[in-house]
C-alpha cells in the first residue's frame, strides 16, 4: 500500500470510529452507530482516495512555448462569420485598436475628421472609409492590416 492511501485508509477510520462513539453517547443502538460509523468511513475514504493533490494554479500560466499570440489569431480568426463573410466585431475593434495607436505615433486620430485627408495618404485611399463603414468587409479590415503593418513594421504588438 502506499502512503497517503494508507493514510487515506487511517483517517477515515478515525473519522468513522468518532461518528461511533458519537452516536453511542447520544443514545443510538450499537448496531446503528456502527452503521453509521461504517458509512462515514466509507465516503471519507472515497473522498480522500479520490481528491487530487494538485490545485490550479490561478492565475494560469502563460504557456512555455514561443507561440504566445495563437490563441488570440484564432480568436480572431473564428469572428470572421463564413456565410456573410463579415468579420465579426472582435475582429474589427482589435485591428481598429492597433490602427488608432500606430495613427497617434503619428499625430494623427481616426476619427478626427480634419485628419481624414492625412490618414488617406498615409493609409491609402479607401482604407479609412472601409475600416469605419458600419459593416467593414472582410477585405476592408485586411486592408487595415496590411496598412497598419506598413505604419510601424519595427514594431510588434502582442496585447
Known amino acids: ?3 497517503p492511501l ?3 485508509i487511517v483517517g477515515a477510520l478515525l473519522a468513522g470510529g468518532a461518528v461511533f462513539i458519537a452516536c453511542t453517547i447520544f443514545g443510538v443502538e450499537t ?3 456502527l452503521a453509521w460509523g461504517l458509512a462515514v468511513s466509507v465516503v471519507v475514504a472515497a473522498a480522500r482516495v479520490l481528491q487530487t493533490d494538485e490545485l490550479p494554479v490561478w492565475p494560469p500560466q502563460p504557456p512555455d512555448d514561443d507561440r504566445v499570440g495563437v490563441s488570440d489569431v484564432a480568436r480572431l480568426a473564428w469572428t470572421i462569420s463564413p456565410t456573410s463573410g463579415y468579420p ?4 474589427v ?3 481598429t485598436d492597433v490602427l488608432r495607436r500606430r495613427l497617434r505615433a503619428h499625430g494623427l ?5 480634419d485628419d481624414a485627408a492625412a490618414i488617406d495618404g498615409l493609409l491609402g485611399a479607401h482604407v479609412r472609409a472601409g475600416l469605419l463603414a458600419p459593416h467593414p468587409t472582410a477585405k476592408a479590415l485586411e486592408a487595415a492590416v496590411v496598412a497598419a503593418e506598413r505604419l510601424s513594421p519595427e514594431t510588434q504588438e502582442n496585447r
Open 109 to 113: 486620430e481616426l476619427d478626427d475628421p
Open 31 to 33: 448496531l446503528f452507530a
Open 88 to 91: 465579426g466585431r472582435t475582429a
Open 6 to 8: 494508507l493514510g487515506s
Open 93 to 95: 475593434l482589435r485591428v
Open 1 to 3: 500500500m502506499t502512503r
